[in-house]
């Protein structure tokens, strides 16, 4: 245990890290260590813990993070990036677990998801790995949903689109969707006091009116995303993909330990990611090419095979529309599959999936979670 042991906690009190502090209290888990708060902008300042009144410190001083035995983060890039070289380059050698992306791809870090890769968690440990970074959150969703069928080595390749929620952006993004609400519902609420099918269409054009004007509040996500979508999500990268269709792909690969030589090539996936004016959840659409003939029965069963967090939805419209939708998931750790489909294309096996999880807790919160558990249990 690490009951000596200091860990610093930055990027608490934005949404994943609300969370994660709301799952490690009910686990009773700030009983193994000695917890230490940072902030970017609030140090100095007390807030309350565990009855107890905590000092906040400044996440930006390097004197204090050094004597730190592990860092646990979800401060974002920027941070990371600014922080994490600095303490490396005094010869800091504590455990730096990481939700931001900026780290994930270095030889010297670990991508983090131990119902999936325990066994190179234990091996990197081994090894003397010291950063471990929590993978994007889709790409957890997709292994927590399909690692039945990774394992048995039964998928060639994927097509997916993800819809993801409003708070994959952010608490700043998620709260100008609460905005754009407020103010759309503002433009158009004397019209919901009269006869609103006689004015549908009005009511229509003045919404594409306000939403197409300088008017709403758009300066998080660029356009509305209330009554709409945005397919683009990051920074443009090669072949037109967007950064988070990029992450899919690599991501996935490094986790899966896949080298892209002859005997273990790549699974190709290929996306499309989109945000959408969903608060929480995201939502994913599978086309699964198979390397094998194999019944929906034994599809499901081996969705299922050691995996606690699936729950499959069966496939007909009562379940579909009250199940497998993010107001059934949000704020659980089950992620619901369904809409389950095989046929054939040109005699070649497809499958086309459903899957609904929580990205806040898959995609970001339980890998952390767990991988600081993993930490002080072994210490």
């Given amino acids: 245990m690490l009951k000596n042991k200091k ?34 902008s609030q140090h100095g ?11 906040i410190e400044n996440a930006f001083d390097i004197n204090k993070l050094k004597k730190l035995d ?19 380059q005094l010869g800091w050698s504590g455990y730096w677990i990481d939700t931001a992306s900026s780290l994930r791809m270095r030889k010297d870090s670990l991508i983090v998801l131990d119902p999936i890769n325990k066994i190179s968690i234990n091996h990197a440990l081994s090894n003397g790995i010291k950063n471990f970074i929590v993978a994007n959150c889709t790409v957890c969703l997709m292994l927590m949903t399909l690692n039945g069928l990774f394992k048995k080595n039964l998928i060639d390749h994927i097509s997916m689109t ?14 100008e969707l609460f905005i754009q609400i407020k103010e759309l519902y503002s433009v158009i609420k004397k019209e919901l006091n009269i006869n609103i099918k006689k004015n549908i269409l009005s009511i229509e054009k003045k919404i594409n009116k306000f939403m197409r004007s300088s008017k709403i509040t758009k300066k998080a996500f660029g356009e509305p995303l209330i009554g709409s979508l945005i397919p ?15 992450k899919c792909h690599v991501e996935l690969n490094k986790i899966l330990n896949r080298t892209g030589t002859k005997n273990n090539p790549f699974i190709s996936i290929n996306s499309i990611c989109v945000r959408v004016a969903t608060f929480r959840c995201h939502s994913q659409s599978f086309f699964i090419k198979l390397n094998k ?30 199940k497998l939708t993010p107001t059934a998931v949000s704020g659980k750790l089950i992620i619901h599959v369904g809409r389950l489909r095989k046929f054939k294309i040109k005699n070649e096996n497809y499958l086309s999936v459903f899957s609904v999880g929580d990205q806040i807790l898959w995609g970001s919160v339980e890998p952390l979670r767990r991988m600081l558990r993993i930490l002080y249990l072994k210490q």
């Fill in 7 to 40: 860990i610093g906690f930055i990027g608490w009190r934005g949404m994943v890290g609300s969370v994660l502090l709301e799952r490690m209290i009910s686990k009773k888990e700030f009983k193994n260590f000695f917890p230490i708060f940072f902030s970017t």
């Fill in 45 to 55: 300042k007390y807030f309350s813990i565990l009855e107890q009144n905590k000092l």
């Fill in 70 to 88: 592990i860092i646990v983060t979800c401060q974002g890039s920027k941070y990371t990036n600014y922080i994490h070289p600095q303490l490396r």
């Fill in 162 to 175: 993800t819809y993801q929620a409003a708070s994959g952006a952010g608490s700043n993004n998620l709260f």
């Fill in 232 to 246: 683009w999500i990051g920074k443009k990268m090669p072949q037109n993909q967007t950064y988070e269709e990029w």
């Fill in 293 to 322: 003939n194999i019944s929906i029965n034994k599809i499901k069963e081996l969705l299922l095979l050691d995996n606690n967090w699936v729950k499959i939805i069966p496939n007909n419209s009562k379940d579909t529309i009250q």
